[in-house]
C-alpha cells in the first residue's frame, strides 16, 4: 500500500459519517435496482416456467355449443401443436355460514388422461376418478380464503339444478393465477371459485353431452397467432364461437401482466433519483475536502506527484464510496428482491418460485453509481488541477463575498449581522444551494408523490363506489332474460329500487386498436349504475351512439363524433358501426355504455336483460339471498361492500404495496441531503462559528448563523417539493394505471403537508446533531489552526 | 492600583497518567489594570494556556483565576460567554474575520450585542481604516484585516484585550502599524493589553513583561522605560 492509499484510508475513517450516509444512499438506489430487476426476473421466469410445465393454452375458443369432431379440425389448422376440447359452466357454490353464494366456474378434466393443455398442479389430496360425478377439485386459493379442507362437501347450483359434491383435491392452475367473477373488475380468492369435475358429471349438469364449449390450443414455434384465431373463429361461428383469443388477453395472464408492468415501470423510474443525489452528494463532500487540504495538496505535489496521481487518490476516494454502497446494495438487492418475490409468489398464487437474479443489474447498479459518483469526481479534479505547489501552500485568502456586495445597500438597516452572514453565504454559493433544494425537493416530491398517489387509490374507490356504482348489490343472470325477470326481483323482500342492465361481450376495433371487453346497455337516466362526466354530472344514455369510458378511448385512440366498429361475441354476432356520443370518467375497468334498447335492437333481441343493479334495505338482506339462490336465472350476486373490500385489499399488496417503500426510501434521501447539507456548512464554517463563539456570541446565536442557511434551504425547497411532487404524481399514477384500473392524480394538501413536515422533521434533527458539534468545538484549536 | 487579573496557583494538565502534559504548573499572577503586558517563552511553554483560561476560552485543572474579583473558574459556560461578550477583545494570527462581512459589519457583529459599544466609524478610525469600511476580507491586506480584528476587538470598549501571536503572520511595516494601534488602544481607552508572543523584541513597549517557561513563570519584569513600536528591532 502506497503512503497515499493509506492517506486515503485514513481520510475516509475521518469522514465515515458522511462517506457512510452517501455510501447508504448510493446503496438504497442500487438495492431498489437489483432487487426490482431480480423480482421482476424472478415473476417472469416464474411465470413462464409454470405456463410451460402446466402447459396453458395459447389461444382460448369459447363457444356455444360445438361437436367434438370439429376438434380435429382445429387440430388441422397450420399452426396448431394441440387442442383439448372441454366444458366450462357457471356455478354457485353455497358456503355455510356464508349469506351470499360464491360464483364459481366449472371446469371438465378428461377421463384416464391429464388434459393435453391447462394442467392442474394438484396441492393437496387426488384427482378425480373416472365415473365419480360426485368428485370435484377445488382451486387452492379459494379452498384457503374458506378453510375448506379434504373430504368436505359441497352444494353447487348448476343450471338452475343444486348438486352436491365431495372434495377430494385442491389444485392451483395457471389459468386461475388471479380469479376475477364475470362483470367484475377485481380479482377476489374468496368470492370466485374454481372446481374440476369430471367431463361426463359437466356434460349432464350442463347437457353438453357429446360437445364442447370451450376449446384450447397451443401453437407450435413460430405460429401467428391472429391467423390461427381467425381460422379458429371461421370454424366455431356456427356453433355460436364467442371469439377466440390469446393468452395475453385472458384475464389472469392480463392481471399478471399488469401487475408486473407497473413493477416495470417503478423499476425504471426511481433508482436514477438515488443516483442522482449521490453524485451530488459526492460531489459538495469532496469539494470541500479538497478545499481544507488545499496544503497537502500543494506539497505532496511539491514532493514531485503528478496532478492524475494527486487527482487518482481523490478520485478513489470517490469511487471507493460508490462501489461501497453498490457492494451493500447488490447484497441487500438479492435478499429484498428475494423476500419480495416471496410476497408477490403467494400473491399471484404461483406453487413455486424461480428465484432468477438479473446479473445485467449487478453491472448496471455498479457502473451508474460509479459513473454518476465520477461524475461529481470530475468536478472535484478540476480543482486538484488547477492548484500549483506555491498557491496550494500559501494560506488561503479569506472566501471572497465582494461580489454580493450588490446586496449592501438592500440589506442595510433592516438584517443584523448574523442574518447578513447567512444570505451571503448562500448568494456566494448559488450552485450549491440550488442543488440542495433541488435534492430536498425532489426527496419530499418523492414521499408526496407516494402519498399522493396513494389517495389516488382512495378515490378510485369512492369514485367507483360512491359515485358511479350507488347500488347495494348487483346481480347476473346466466343467459339475458326477459324483463319479466326484473318485475320479478322488484318484488322480492326488501328491494327498493331495481336497475336492469344488458352486457354483451365485444371486441371493440378502431383502424389498429382494438379492446376485448363489453357492451353495457343502461336505461336512459340510469341512477344505480351510472356513466358521469368529469363533473361527475349524469350523462344520459342517448338514443344512438356509445359512450365510451375514458381509459377504453384512450386505448382505442377515438373520440366523440368517430365511429366505433363494435364487433359483438353473443347471439348473432353482428358487426356493428356506432358513433361515440361521448367520454365517461371512470376509474375501474374500461366500460362502454350505450342505452340498453338500443343494444338490444341492434343485437335483434328486444327486451333481454343480463343482470341488475339494486337497492334494498339492508335488514331484508338475508331473506332477499335465500330468495335469490331460488330463482334459477340468477347466476351470481355481489354486495358492493364485498367488491370495494376486495379492491382494497388488491391495491394494498402486490405492486401497490411497493409505494410503501418508496415513501420510506424517499424519507431516507431527504434526510441524507439535510444532514451533508447542516454537516458542510459546519465544517466550512467552524473557524467562523469558534470565532462568533470567542466574541462572546451565544450556542444559539452561533447556531443560527450556522443553520440559517439550512432553514432557508429547506424554505425554498418546500414550494418546489410540491410542484415536484405533483408532476411526479401524475407519472407514478400513470405507471400504475392499468386498462384494469386508473389512479387519479390531484392536489393533495395533506401529502405535501406529510412530506414537508417529514422535511421539516429531518432538518431539525440534523440541526440538532449538527448543533450538538458547534457545543463540543474546540474554540482554542480551532482558532489556531489556519483552516 | 486594582488589578485586572490574579492567578492563584493555576494549573492545567491535557490527558491522564504517563501521557499527561502539564501546560500550567501552579502559576501565581497579578495583572494590574491599564498595563500593556507582554507574555514570552518558547513554544509549549504555557503562554498561550494562561491566555485560554484568563480569556474565558478554556478552564482551568485546579487554581483560581479571577477577573477584578469575579471568579472565572467557578464560572458556568454561559456566564464565560457574557464575560467574553462583555469585557473581552480578542485578536489572534489568523485574524479570524468573517469573510461573509465587511470591514464594517464585523465590527458590527460585536458592537450589536455589546452593553456600551463605540462607534463602529470611530473603531475603524482608530485602527487608521475608517476609508476601507466597505471592504470585504479577500479584499483587504494581512495587515488591514488584522486592524480589522482589532477594530473589531476594541469596538465594545473591552476592559481587556487579549492578543495572541498579533503579528505573527505580518511583514515588519504592518506588524509595527498593527503594534501602535495597540499602543495606542492602551493609551486611550485605558484596556488591559495581553499579548502573547515569539517576538522578544515586542517586549520592549511593554510595561510588563513576564517569562514562561515549562508551565511556569521564569521571571517578571517591569520596564522603567518602553519603547515605541518604531523602535523595536523586528
Redesign the interface.
Known amino acids: 500500500m502506497t503512503a497515499l492509499d493509506h492517506k486515503l484510508m485514513r481520510d475516509l475513517w475521518r469522514i465515515k459519517g458522511q462517506a457512510g450516509a452517501i455510501a447508504a444512499v448510493v446503496a438504497v438506489g442500487v438495492t431498489l435496482l437489483v432487487m426490482m430487476s431480480g423480482l421482476l426476473t424472478s415473476l417472469e421466469n416464474t411465470r413462464a416456467t409454470y405456463y410451460q410445465q402446466y402447459r396453458l393454452a395459447d389461444i382460448f375458443a369459447p363457444v356455444t355449443r360445438a361437436p367434438l369432431r370439429e376438434l380435429e379440425t382445429l387440430k388441422a389448422i397450420p399452426g396448431v401443436a394441440s387442442v383439448e376440447g372441454r366444458l366450462q359452466g357457471s356455478a354457485l357454490i353455497d358456503m355455510p355460514g356464508q349469506p351470499l353464494p360464491v360464483r364459481a366456474v366449472a371446469v371438465s378434466l378428461p377421463p384416464y388422461r391429464a388434459p393435453n393443455l391447462n394442467d392442474l398442479y394438484l396441492t393437496q389430496g387426488r384427482l378425480l376418478r373416472p365415473g365419480r360425478t360426485e368428485e370435484v377439485v377445488v382451486l387452492k386459493s379459494f379452498a384457503n380464503a374458506h378453510d375448506l379442507e379434504l373430504g368436505d362437501e359441497i352444494s353447487a347450483t348448476m343450471y338452475g339444478a343444486r348438486r352436491s359434491f365431495v372434495i377430494v383435491g385442491f389444485a392451483q392452475s395457471p389459468e386461475f393465477l388471479f380469479t376475477v367473477a364475470p362483470g367484475e373488475y377485481v380479482p377476489d380468492d374468496a368470492r370466485f371459485a374454481a372446481i374440476w369435475m369430471n367431463l361426463d358429471a359437466m356434460a349432464a349438469a350442463y347437457d353438453l353431452d357429446g360437445a364442447f364449449n370451450e376449446a384450447l390450443i397451443s401453437l407450435e414455434r413460430g405460429a401467428q397467432p391472429q391467423a390461427v384465431i381467425d381460422a379458429v373463429d371461421a370454424v366455431l361461428n356456427r356453433y355460436g364461437g364467442q371469439g377466440a383469443y390469446a393468452r395475453k388477453d385472458h384475464m389472469s395472464d392480463r392481471f399478471v401482466s399488469e401487475e408486473i408492468g407497473g413493477l416495470r415501470a417503478t423499476s425504471v423510474a426511481v433508482p436514477p433519483i438515488f443516483m442522482g443525489v449521490a453524485a451530488f452528494l459526492l460531489y459538495i463532500v469532496i469539494t470541500r475536502m479538497v478545499q481544507s487540504e488545499r496544503e497537502q495538496i500543494g506539497l505532496i505535489k511539491a514532493f514531485g506527484y503528478s496532478d492524475v496521481e494527486v487527482g487518482l487518490h481523490y478520485f478513489k476516494m470517490v469511487v471507493f464510496i460508490a462501489v461501497v454502497g453498490a457492494g451493500f446494495g447488490c447484497v441487500f438487492g438479492i435478499w429484498a428482491g428475494r423476500a419480495m418475490a416471496g410476497v408477490y409468489q403467494s400473491v399471484y398464487h404461483f406453487p413455486f418460485l424461480v428465484f432468477g437474479v438479473d446479473p445485467t443489474s449487478f453491472v448496471v447498479g455498479v457502473a451508474v453509481s460509479v459513473v454518476s459518483a465520477s461524475t461529481g469526481g470530475i468536478f472535484v479534479l478540476r480543482r486538484v488541477f488547477a492548484l500549483t505547489p506555491a498557491v496550494a501552500m500559501r494560506p488561503p485568502a479569506p472566501t471572497d463575498f465582494s461580489r454580493t456586495g450588490a446586496l449592501n445597500d438592500r440589506l442595510k438597516g433592516w438584517l443584523d449581522q448574523p442574518s447578513r452572514m447567512v444570505l451571503r453565504r448562500i448568494f456566494r454559493n448559488p450552485g450549491r444551494v440550488f442543488g440542495a433544494v433541488i435534492g430536498i425537493a425532489v426527496g419530499m416530491g418523492l414521499s408526496s408523490a407516494q402519498m399522493s398517489v396513494m389517495s389516488g387509490f382512495d378515490d378510485t374507490l369512492d369514485l367507483t363506489f360512491g359515485v358511479i356504482d350507488r347500488s347495494d348489490v348487483a346481480v347476473t343472470f346466466f343467459e339475458p332474460m326477459s324483463q319479466d325477470t326484473v318485475f320479478a326481483l322488484k318484488h322480492q323482500p326488501g328491494v327498493i329500487e331495481v336497475e336492469p342492465i344488458r352486457a354483451v361481450g365485444a371486441v371493440l376495433r378502431n383502424g389498429l386498436n382494438s379492446y376485448r371487453g363489453s357492451v353495457t346497455g343502461l336505461v336512459e337516466n340510469a341512477r344505480l349504475n351510472r356513466a358521469v362526466h368529469k363533473d361527475m354530472s349524469d350523462i344520459a344514455m342517448p338514443e344512438t351512439g356509445i359512450v365510451l369510458a375514458k381509459s377504453l378511448a384512450d386505448i382505442l385512440g377515438i373520440g366523440p363524433g368517430d365511429v366505433l366498429q363494435v364487433e359483438v361475441l353473443e347471439g348473432r354476432r353482428p358487426i356493428l358501426q356506432v358513433p361515440v356520443a361521448s367520454i365517461a370518467e371512470t376509474l375501474l375497468g374500461a366500460p362502454a355504455f350505450m342505452r340498453m334498447e338500443t343494444l338490444n335492437a341492434l343485437m335483434r333481441e328486444q327486451g333481454r336483460v343480463s343482470g341488475a343493479y339494486m337497492r334494498i334495505d339492508s335488514d331484508a338482506f338475508p331473506d332477499l339471498i335465500d330468495q335469490l339462490k331460488d330463482m334459477p336465472s340468477v347466476g351470481g350476486v355481489t354486495r358492493r361492500e364485498d367488491a370495494r373490500a376486495a379492491m382494497q385489499k388488491l391495491m394494498d399488496s402486490g405492486a401497490g404495496a411497493m409505494r410503501y417503500v418508496m415513501a420510506a426510501i424517499a424519507g431516507i434521501i431527504t434526510f441524507g441531503i439535510v444532514y451533508n447539507t447542516a454537516r458542510i456548512a459546519f465544517g466550512e464554517q467552524s473557524r467562523d462559528l469558534a470565532s462568533l463563539r470567542v466574541i462572546g456570541f451565544t450556542l444559539g446565536e452561533t447556531a443560527f448563523v450556522l443553520l440559517g442557511e439550512l432553514a432557508i434551504v429547506v424554505l425554498l425547497a418546500l414550494p418546489l417539493g410540491v410542484g415536484i411532487g405533483f408532476y411526479l404524481s401524475t407519472l407514478i399514477a400513470a405507471g400504475f394505471s392499468t386498462d384494469l384500473y386508473q389512479i387519479p392524480t390531484a392536489f393533495r394538501p395533506e401529502a405535501f403537508g406529510m412530506a414537508g413536515a417529514a422535511v421539516i422533521v429531518a432538518s431539525v434533527l440534523s440541526g440538532w446533531l449538527v448543533k450538538r458539534d458547534i457545543d463540543r468545538v474546540d474554540l482554542v484549536a480551532t482558532l489556531k489552526t489556519r483552516e | 492600583m486594582a488589578n485586572t487579573f490574579t492567578t492563584k496557583g493555576l494549573t492545567k494538565t491535557y490527558g491522564e497518567g504517563a501521557a499527561a502534559v502539564h501546560a500550567l504548573r501552579g502559576v501565581d499572577l497579578e495583572i494590574p489594570k491599564g498595563e500593556i503586558v507582554v507574555l514570552l517563552g518558547p513554544s509549549g511553554s504555557g503562554k ?1 494556556t494562561l491566555l ?1 483560561i484568563i480569556g474565558g ?2 478552564r482551568a485543572t485546579s487554581g483560581q483565576a479571577l477577573f477584578e474579583d469575579q471568579d472565572l473558574t467557578a464560572m458556568s459556560d ?1 456566564d464565560l ?6 469585557h ?1 477583545g ?1 485578536v ?3 485574524y ?7 470591514a464594517r ?2 465590527v ?3 458592537t ?3 452593553d456600551d459599544p463605540m462607534d463602529v466609524a470611530t473603531a475603524l478610525s482608530m485602527v487608521g481604516l475608517g476609508d476601507r469600511m ?6 483587504m491586506s494581512g495587515g488591514e ?1 488584522q486592524r480589522v480584528a482589532i477594530a ?1 476587538a476594541i469596538a465594545k470598549n473591552p476592559n481587556v484585550l487579549f492578543c ?1 501571536e498579533p503579528t505573527g ?1 505580518l511583514d515588519s511595516k504592518t506588524g509595527r502599524a498593527v503594534l501602535h494601534v495597540l499602543n495606542d488602544v492602551n493609551a486611550k481607552l485605558g484596556a488591559t493589553v495581553l499579548i502573547v508572543t515569539h517576538a522578544a523584541a515586542t517586549a520592549g513597549m511593554a510595561h510588563r513583561v513576564i517569562h514562561f517557561a515549562d508551565g511556569a513563570i521564569r521571571s517578571v519584569k517591569t520596564n522603567a522605560h518602553r519603547l515605541s513600536p518604531d523602535e523595536i528591532a523586528w
Do not use: K
Not at chain 2, 479570524?96 to 465587511?102: C, I, K, Q, Y
Not at chain 2, 466597505?134 to 479584499?139: G, L, N, R
Open positions: 498561550s485560554n476560552l478554556d454561559r460567554t457574557l464575560y467574553r461578550r462583555d473581552v480578542f489572534f494570527q489568523f479570524n474575520l468573517m469573510p461573509s462581512l465587511t459589519e464585523n458590527e457583529l460585536v450589536e450585542i455589546a466597505d471592504h470585504f476580507p479577500a479584499q484585516q473589531r495572541d503572520a
